[in-house]
């Protein structure tokens, strides 16, 4: 997930056919489910954090990157979370909480 993102702020950066004022805040995730429920590996660039509900408590992921377009070196890191048999994992869009 971390080299998709690299690669789509690449190609943003070089179509300058948009103008200058073209950047995206991007979650990209990767699941890979198993017998006991599933591991995503999850990358944010600039992107609300992820909110996993366990058990009937909420936890909140931790998010970060740099947004997507406007700058040429950005700092991206891949989180794991795991996900057994009940739990959910909600990604949602910056406008929501706008």
Do not use: K
Not at 10 to 25: K, N
Not at 43 to 56: D, E, I, K, N, T
Not at 66 to 72: E, K, M, Q, S
């Amino acid at each position: 997930p971390v080299e998709v993102l690299h690669r789509l702020n690449r190609a943003m950066l070089r179509d300058a056919s948009a103008g200058p004022a073209r950047f995206a805040t991007v979650a990209h995730a990767q699941v890979l489910v198993d017998a006991d429920g599933a591991m995503v590996r999850l990358v944010s660039a600039g992107h609300p954090p992820p909110l996993v509900c366990r058990g009937g408590s909420v936890e909140v992921g931790p998010a970060g990157g740099t947004l997507l377009g406007v700058f040429p070196t950005i700092d991206l890191q891949e989180i794991r979370i795991r996900l057994t048999r009940g739990d959910m994992m909600v990604l949602y869009t910056d406008g929501v909480t706008e």
